[in-house]
């Protein structure tokens, strides 16, 4: 009778002694949460997140960054914030690749692994860099718009804000190639900057037009804000639907109609969703204490308005997800 009723007990015992299932709480911090660009990586993030769990690893996605994506000091406190909830990793796109070094080491060094996603940092403490090859993104771009100039002409680069890797290397690979490629093509203007918003960027943009604006025949925008306030400032001059060529930079739909509408001559397209869908799976193995690999270069297309229903092109688009 005695063994009957020892059994029991020691059943409840060995449960009691079982771990309790863990759930992984991963924090993911953009640069900002306004353009469309980031909400893709949001989506991503959470189609890892439900796959994850699908497969009974239970994970929880917080989504949290600066507003604008020149609030540095914000998001430094994002990351400083999870690092003292302890999360269990951290998927970063940071604004500054040299400000955001320091907290994302201080994550590291508190046993929070960190995956950078989309733009560069100036640390080895992150276990994966997941992003577009940007320099590439910005060959692509030159090599767009010096075609369409047939290498001839007046170039403006408005290029995004100071600190951000991923802009600054489209920046320097449109220059570089642009050089290269097409000598008799001049850089009026590669020294100014449009700023985080649209608003900031089709301020700088209607200065640029005003002082260029009969000699300028096409420009480079390396990202959402710079692309959309300067196809306002065209328009608003009467130099849109391809008086002046433009070449942006950037997901959207938005971008899309306007290729469609000739407001737009060219398009350099990455993969955000895939970046925020890796960059949870990668986070999420890293802190298993899986191997992962240091770099993942996301796709590059540049959509014209002659491939816009080509499979490459849709894909990159939300609904093509």
Do not use: C
């Amino acid at each position: 009778m005695k063994r009957l009723l020892l059994f029991p007990l020691l059943i409840s015992a060995l449960l009691a002694a079982e771990p309790a299932p863990t759930t992984y709480t991963v924090a993911v911090v953009p640069m900002g949460t306004t353009h469309e660009y980031w909400k893709a990586i949001h989506a991503g993030a959470l189609k890892a997140q439900e796959e994850l769990r699908a497969s009974g690893t239970a994970v929880e996605i917080i989504w949290k960054g600066p507003l604008r994506e020149d609030d540095r000091d914000q998001q430094i406190q994002v990351i400083e914030n999870f690092t003292g909830r302890h999360v269990s990793g951290i998927v970063l796109a940071p604004l500054d690749a040299r400000a955001l070094a320091r907290p994302v080491e201080a994550a590291v060094a508190a046993g929070i692994p960190v995956v950078v996603v989309d733009s560069g940092l100036q640390s080895r403490a992150p276990a994966s860099f997941i992003a577009t090859d940007n320099r590439a993104g910005g060959r692509l771009a030159a090599q767009r718009l010096g075609t369409l100039l047939k290498g001839e002409g007046n170039v403006i680069l408005l290029r995004v804000q100071a600190g951000a890797a991923s802009s600054e290397e489209r920046e320097r690979g449109f220059l570089e190639e642009m050089q290269s490629k097409f000598p008799k093509i001049r850089i009026l203007s590669s020294n100014n900057y449009g700023g985080a918003t649209r608003d900031t960027a089709m301020g700088v943009s209607q200065n640029l037009l005003n002082r260029y604006g009969t000699a300028v025949d096409g420009i480079f925008t390396p990202n959402e804000s710079t692309t959309a306030g300067m196809m306002l400032a065209l328009n608003a001059a009467g130099l849109g639907h391809s008086k002046v060529k433009l070449v942006g930079f950037a997901n959207s739909q938005l971008f899309i109609d306007a290729l469609r509408k000739g407001e737009l001559q060219g398009l350099v397209m990455q993969d955000p969703f895939r970046m925020g869908y890796l960059g949870v799976k990668s986070v999420i193995a890293a802190a298993r204490g899986e191997k992962i690999p240091s770099k993942v270069i996301t796709d590059v297309v540049m959509a014209t308005p002659d491939n816009l229903n080509d499979r490459a092109v849709t894909a990159l688009l939300p609904q093509g997800k």
